[in-house]
T-cell receptor, first 109, second 115 residues
Framework: QQPVQSPQAVILREGEDAVINCSSS?????VHWYRQKHGEAPVFLMI?????EQKGHDKISASFNEKKQQSSLYLTASQLSYSGTYFC??????????FGAGTTVTVRA | DADVTQTPRNRITKTGKRIMLECSQT?????MYWYRQDPGLGLRLIYY???????NKGEISDGYSVSRQAQAKFSLSLESAIPNQTALYFC??????????????FGDGTRLSIL
């Protein structure tokens, strides 16, 4: 079962913040986040493991609450380069991922 | 990521034809995956393989088959293509040696259109 991502799309001005949520109906071992630019392959951003850790990648960070089976991706002080579609991939400790439908982020000057 | 190469990059074909999409990697990874991407549906897993002798069905394997010819090569076949298999197909790899579920590295994709 695919995790549910929200929102489906968000439009930001440079410098604004956004949160993308990912929710699963299954128990999770880890959550992956990827970004895909138009016409390109998805690129790995970060993995979050059980334990509720928070990670960062430049000004993009994420959290994972395994009890709620949810993860959130935080875009802080967004830059034009943050535009793209963000996917969460959920792992139930079987070494494969179920991806959400994606959240399209558009950052405008 | 040039370390994961998919061929062809684009293919247009007719209903009923047999098609093979190829994926090769120079990363030395043991795990390989095939996904299809449709607008609004994200990436859906078709098949995956954890080594040459291990092949597993994913969420949407009907109408597809795969072959792991070597650790570096993983091919996806559509035995008799139908229009609703028109999609963008991605191959991905990951490395089990570091333990756990490691990042997946994607090829540039194959855009397949079936008329």
């Amino acid at each position: 079962q695919q995790p549910v991502q929200s929102p489906q799309a968000v439009i930001l001005r440079e410098g604004e913040d956004a949160v993308i949520n990912c929710s699963s109906s299954k128990a999770l071992y880890s959550v992956h986040w990827y970004r895909q630019k138009h016409g390109e392959a998805p690129v790995f951003l970060m993995i979050l493991l059980k334990g509720g850790e928070q990670k960062g990648h430049d000004k993009i960070s994420a959290s994972f609450n395994e009890k709620k089976q949810q993860s959130s991706l935080y875009l802080t002080a967004s830059q034009l380069s943050y535009s793209g579609t963000y996917f969460c991939g959920t792992d139930s400790n079987d070494y494969k991922l179920s991806f959400g439908a994606g959240t399209t982020v558009t950052v405008r000057a | 990521d040039a370390d994961v190469t998919q061929t062809p990059r684009n293919r247009i074909t007719k209903t009923g034809k047999r098609i093979m999409l190829e994926c090769s990697q120079t990363k030395g990874h043991d795990r390989m995956y095939w996904y299809r991407q449709d607008p609004g549906l994200g990436l859906r897993l078709i098949y995956y393989s954890f080594d040459v002798k291990d092949i597993n069905k994913g969420e949407i394997s009907d109408g597809y088959s795969v072959s792991r010819q070597a650790q570096a090569k993983f091919s996806l076949s559509l035995e008799s293509a139908i229009p609703n298999q028109t999609a963008l197909y991605f191959c991905a790899t990951s490395d089990s040696r570091a333990g756990g579920n490691q990042p997946q590295h994607f090829g540039d994709g194959t855009r397949l259109s079936i008329l």
